[in-house]
Every structure is written in C-alpha cells, then in structure tokens.
C-alpha cells in the first residue's frame, strides 16, 4: 500500500514541478485507448492526494456515456456536467464533496442524446474558466480515446492530457494508434 500511496505523490510532484512554457497544468485530463486500462482509478486518486496536499482540486466525471465515479466516491450521478453543460443547474448547485478537505466532485450526470456535441459548444469555455477560477486543479476522467470523440475534443482545451497505459492489459499497437490519433486531431482543428 505505502508504493501504491507513493506512486500518486510522484505524480503529483510530477504535475506540481513540471510547468510548460513557464506554467504548471491546472485542468488536467485524464484517458486511455480502451476501456478497463485504470484511467478512473487514476484519476480518483490523483485528485484526491491533489487535495491532501493542500490544493483545491475538483474531480469530473467527463464520460456522460458510462461514467462510474460517483459509484467508486459513493456519491450521486447528477445533478452533473451534463445538466451543467445545458445550462439547466449551476456549477455551485451540483457540485458534491465527501470527506476530503479540498475535494469536490462533479457527476456525469443525467443521459443527453449526444454526449460529445456538449463538449463543442461555448458553456464548456465558460465552465473551464469558471473552474480555473475555483480550483487549484481540475482533473477530467472522460471516456477512452476509441470509445468516442471525447478525449480528443477535451484534449484540445485543457492544459494536459494523462494517457493511461496499463501494464500487461494494453496492446502497445493500440496505444500507439491511440496516441497518434491524438497528436493529428488537434492539428486538423486548428488548420480548420
């Protein structure tokens, strides 16, 4: 338990001492190629040893699809960032916390017919910078890169992305697909 405890610190150290061009990322997200490879247990404890150590951190729940933290926090699905997204419940009103000083947790919340489409629109970039306002950090878990558009739309407007390999589950073939897929969709936005 105490090298499993360790690793989260290091990647803590790792987001605290790292900055790019001069800043350290504050909204962080988190993904992987395929399901089952860790990404949510990533993220769950990431943002709570964020929070143990000090920072304000907020947890998302960004798969709308099949998002399962709130079971892993024992806390609610929604109100969430779906109904946030829409515009139909504040960020304040579905914000949820457990007991951790520091952490707040926002569900995936309720089923829309088109979970990425709400990724697109201009309420997230508001949202983002709601967020960046509030928290020290904010660690998005979203659905895996082949799963959905997601990973790759979100990518483009946090400050990094934590892909997740899992050790003697995730084909290397795969990963490298994944990656690249990754690299070339942001540039295809912006040349759009």
């Not at 399962?68 to 419940?89: F, N, W």
């Not at 990518?155 to 990963?175: E, I, M, Q, Y």
Request: aromatic residues 6%.
């Amino acid at each position: 338990r105490h090298m499993y405890a360790e690793s989260y610190r290091n990647l803590r150290s790792a987001l605290l001492f790292f900055p790019a061009d001069g800043l350290r990322p504050r909204i962080i997200l988190v993904t992987s190629a395929l399901p089952n490879e860790g990404k949510s247990t990533i993220a769950a404890n990431l943002a709570e040893t964020l929070a143990l150590g000090g920072a304000r951190v907020l947890l998302v729940d960004g798969d709308m699809r099949r998002g399962r933290l709130h079971e892993v926090l024992g806390l609610q699905a929604g109100p969430g960032l779906s109904e946030v997204l829409a515009g139909s419940t504040s960020l304040e009103q579905a914000l949820q916390s457990n007991c951790r000083p520091n952490f707040s947790f926002l569900g995936r919340g309720g089923s829309i017919k088109n979970p990425g489409d709400a990724f697109l629109g201009p309420e997230l970039d508001r949202t983002l910078a709601l967020w960046r306002e509030q928290f020290d950090f904010v660690v998005i878990d979203t659905c895996p890169v082949f799963a959905a558009d997601d990973a790759s739309t979100l990518a483009n407007k946090v400050d990094g992305t934590l892909f997740v390999v899992r050790r003697r589950f995730s084909r290397a073939r795969v990963v490298r697909e994944a990656l690249d897929l990754e690299r070339v969709r942001p540039q295809v936005r912006k040349a759009l």
